[in-house]
C-alpha cells in the first residue's frame, strides 16, 4: 500500500472532522478524506444548536461559532396557525456551512490530521485493516460521507425508504425584522412538512422549505412555491440548492467489521427540526475514540456509546414522530407550549438536542387536545 494510517475518515464534514479530532486526542494517526476542497457550501438550514458546540469544545474546538450573534428565541407556528415564542433554554446559532465546515477542518489539521482531497468509491476489510479504493490502508475508516454514502451502500445497507426521507430546499433572503428568533412554520398542507428561517446575523437568513418523502418526486419547483407561501418575501431567495435528510426514525448498523458509520451516513437527522449537526458531531467524536482505541472491536464499542448518549432519546423522538403524523397532536402541542414554558423546554430539546419525553409534557399536551379549535390563543413572547 502506498499510504497507511491508524484511521481514515471519509468526508470531511462536522461528523467527519469530529471523528478525526478525536482520533487524534487518542495519538493515532488520521487520513481525513473528502471529494470537496475547503471552504466549500453545504445545502443545510446553517442551525447550530448549544449542544453541538458543547461537543466541539471538548474536542478542543470552543470558537466554532465566534463571530455569529446568538439567536436567543425559537418561535414555532403549527399546521392550525396557533403560535408560541419563547427563549431557548440555551441561545442557537446560525453559521453558514461554508464557514463552519472549514473551521473544522482547520481545527482538525492543527491537531495533526492529514486532509486530502479524494473521492472514494470502496473500501474493502482485509483482514485486520480496511483498503480504501485500492491504495490506502487503515487499522479502522469511519463512513461520514452523508446522506448517500457510498461506504454504507458497500455494507449492504439501502438509503432510507419513503416516510423516513425528507427533501428540502435552502436559500438565502432577507432577514426579517425585529429581534433575531429561529422561526419554524409547520405546513396544514402536505404534512409533515415545514418552512424556516435562521437569521445569520448579517442582514441575511437561511431560509427553506422540506418535507418528508411519501415515494412520490417532488420538483424544485414545487419545493420554492412552497416556501414562498408559507414564508412571505422569499420568492427571489438566492443560492437555491435542495438536499436529502435521511431521519433518524430509520438507521442502519452502525457499522459492520472496522468500518463504522456516523451523522447523516447513519440516518442521523431529527425528524421534527431536521437538526444533524449535535448528531454529526457526537456520533463522529464517539465513531473516531472508538476506532482509534480498540479498531478490532470498534463497531460493538461505538454501538454501545451510542445507545448510552442518544439510544432513550431517539427512541423517544421516534414516538413522538409517530404522535405528530397527526396534525392535531402538533396543533396541540404548540398550545401547550404556549402556555407552558416547561413544555416548551422539553419540546425544544428534544428537537435540538439529546432531550426526551416526560408524563407531564404528554399530560398538558393530552389536556390541550381538548381546547377548541382556533382557541390556541395569543403566542407566549
Not at 453558514?96 to 495533526?112: E, H, I, K, S, Y
Request: one cysteine or more; aromatic letters at 4%.
Amino acid at each position: 500500500m502506498s499510504d497507511e494510517y491508524d484511521l481514515v475518515v471519509v468526508g470531511a464534514g462536522p461528523a467527519g472532522s469530529s471523528a478525526a479530532l478525536a482520533a487524534r486526542r487518542l495519538g493515532v494517526s488520521v487520513l481525513l478524506l473528502d471529494r470537496a476542497d475547503f471552504p466549500r457550501d453545504k445545502p443545510c438550514g446553517d442551525g447550530i444548536a448549544p449542544h453541538a458546540l458543547a461537543v466541539l469544545a471538548g474536542l478542543g474546538v470552543p470558537d466554532a461559532a465566534a463571530g455569529y450573534a446568538p439567536v436567543p428565541t425559537l418561535r414555532l407556528i403549527g399546521p392550525g396557525g396557533g403560535e408560541v415564542a419563547r427563549a431557548l433554554p440555551r441561545p442557537a446559532y446560525t453559521v453558514p456551512r461554508r464557514v463552519f465546515d472549514a473551521r473544522l477542518v482547520v481545527a482538525a489539521t492543527a491537531a495533526g490530521v492529514v486532509l486530502r482531497r479524494h473521492t472514494v468509491r470502496r473500501a474493502e476489510q482485509r483482514g485486520d485493516r480496511v483498503v480504501v479504493d485500492g491504495v490506502i490502508s487503515a487499522r479502522a475508516v469511519v463512513a461520514a460521507d452523508g446522506a448517500g454514502s457510498v461506504l454504507r451502500r458497500g455494507l449492504g445497507e439501502a438509503v432510507n425508504p419513503p416516510r423516513h426521507l425528507a427533501l428540502a430546499m435552502r436559500g438565502y433572503a432577507p432577514a426579517r425584522p425585529g429581534p433575531p428568533e429561529q422561526l419554524i412554520v409547520t405546513s396544514g398542507r402536505r404534512w409533515p412538512a415545514y418552512a424556516w428561517s435562521f437569521p445569520i446575523g448579517d442582514g441575511r437568513a437561511n431560509v427553506g422549505y422540506g418535507e418528508v418523502l411519501r415515494g412520490e418526486p417532488l420538483t424544485r419547483t414545487h419545493l420554492i412555491e412552497r416556501m414562498a407561501e408559507l414564508l412571505p418575501g422569499t420568492a427571489d431567495a438566492g443560492d437555491l440548492r435542495a438536499h436529502h435528510l435521511p431521519l433518524s426514525t430509520h438507521r442502519p448498523v452502525p457499522g459492520r467489521g472496522r468500518i463504522l458509520l456516523a451523522g447523516d451516513a447513519l440516518s442521523l437527522i431529527n425528524p421534527f427540526t431536521g437538526e444533524g449537526i449535535f448528531y454529526a458531531v457526537l456520533s463522529g467524536s464517539l465513531a473516531g475514540a472508538a476506532a482509534a482505541a480498540d479498531p478490532a472491536r470498534a463497531v460493538p464499542g461505538y454501538a454501545r456509546a451510542l445507545r448510552r448518549q442518544l439510544g432513550t432519546h431517539l427512541r423517544h423522538s421516534s414516538f413522538a414522530a409517530r404522535l405528530a403524523r397527526r396534525r392535531q397532536i402538533v396543533d396541540a402541542a404548540v398550545r401547550a407550549a404556549a402556555g407552558d414554558g416547561e413544555v416548551f423546554t422539553t419540546i425544544a430539546e428534544l428537537g435540538l438536542g439529546a432531550g426526551r419525553l416526560d408524563l407531564r409534557t404528554l399530560g398538558r399536551i393530552g389536556a390541550s387536545l381538548r381546547v377548541p379549535a382556533g382557541a390556541a390563543g395569543r403566542p407566549a413572547e
